[in-house]
């Protein structure tokens, strides 16, 4: 008997479990059948080698529910007890019917989109919230609304998004699938949740042409990006790297932007000051 493992398996939420909780996952993967597997503690550490002990922890662990696991179902439990020595594995026809490598990259950014979408919805609020505080704030409401035109209220997300849609470099949709692809080599693995084929070159000549922009930092963002927006995956990953790049190396510096915001502040102040002096001297000649 054999099963599929998938190396995804080595960089999910077991990171760090141990290598009897591996060892005995290797075993359940292998001797599935139906969704169901048997394991005897006894037999098993004769099998893999080590105490009865280490092999009933490592059942327990794989029983318990997990929060973090790339699957939903039955809380993340891997193995699901039925009898003395019988399990239930709960994900087992769903990867066994992963024929090949685009299906279980596709499978995983299902399993994702609904945390993801949860995350960008709290990030939205989290946004909203802080944008009503700063206007309560403000006693010059009305000043200020004269010049929040100047106020950029993109995210660097969506400017990206949309520059990428007007020079087509978009990803095609599901019905232009069959045209050919231009191979390049930098790639995003959304299973590893990492970049491929940057090079220390690569790393250099962006510290060049973008002196005052933070690179791994931003690599970390573009990630997190590409992570939140699934659907709009890259062809052309270099220039969606490059694009993101010299948009942050033009935008003005978080000190000039403080600058700014409290310049225009004492600005907003002073003028609601002045307006409120000149109601003041209406009025009084208006009495005389």
Known sequence: MYGKHFSSTYTGSMIGAGLNVFAVWG?????????????NPR??????????????????????????????????????????????????????????????????????????????????????????????????????????????????????AEAEEREGITAPSSSSKKRKKQKYTIEFDFITRSWLGITTDDLKGWQQAFPAVDIQNHLNRMKEWLLSNPTKKKINYRRFITNWLLKEQDRPSGATLKSREEKLQAWAVKRAAELKEEEAKEKKDEIR
Do not use: W
């Not at 280490?54 to 179902?73: G, V, Y």
């Not at 700063?134 to 990206?160: F, I, N, W």
């Open 43 to 160: 037999l098993l550490a004769m099998i893999l080698g080590c105490k009865e002990e280490e092999i009933i922890n490592a059942i327990a662990f794989l029983e318990k529910p997990d929060p973090k696991s790339r699957s939903k179902k039955n809380d993340g439990r891997r193995l699901i007890r039925e009898g003395e020595y019988q399990y239930f594995i709960p994900t087992h026809e769903i990867y066994r019917s992963i024929l090949n490598e685009d299906e279980r990259r596709e499978y995983n950014r299902l399993k994702q989109a609904e945390h993801r979408a949860k995350i960008k919805k709290e990030e939205a609020a989290r946004v909203k919230e802080s944008v009503n505080d700063k206007q309560d704030m403000s006693k010059c409401q009305g000043v200020l609304s004269a010049v929040s035109a100047h106020t950029d209220t993109d995210t660097e997300a969506e400017a990206e």
């Open 27 to 39: 075993y359940v993967i292998a001797n599935t059948i139906k969704s169901r597997v048997e394991l």
